[in-house]
C-alpha cells in the first residue's frame, strides 16, 4: 500500500498532538526548522540519512 507521504506526517502529527499534548510553539519551531533544514547545504546529508 502506498501512502503519500504528506498524509503520512500529517497522521502522524496529528497523533503526536493529541496523545502528547506539546506546546504548540515547540510544533511551530520543529516545522519550521524541518522546513529551514530541507533548504540548506545538509540537505542531501539528510536525503542519504533517510534513504
Same mark, same amino acid.
Given at each position: 500500500?502506498?501512502?503519500?507521504? +504528506?498524509?503520512? @506526517?500529517? *497522521? *502522524?502529527? =496529528?497523533?503526536? #498532538? %493529541? @496523545? #502528547?499534548?506539546?506546546? +504548540? +510553539?515547540? &510544533?511551530? &519551531?520543529? @516545522?519550521?526548522?524541518? =522546513?529551514? @533544514? ?12 533517510? %534513504?
Amino acid at each position: 500500500m502506498d501512502v503519500p507521504l +504528506w498524509l503520512a @506526517l500529517l *497522521v *502522524v502529527g =496529528y497523533l503526536g #498532538i %493529541k @496523545l #502528547i499534548r506539546p506546546p +504548540w +510553539w515547540l &510544533v511551530a &519551531v520543529l @516545522l519550521l526548522g524541518g =522546513y529551514l @533544514l530541507a533548504d540548506s547545504l545538509l540537505a542531501p546529508v539528510i536525503d542519504t540519512a533517510v %534513504k
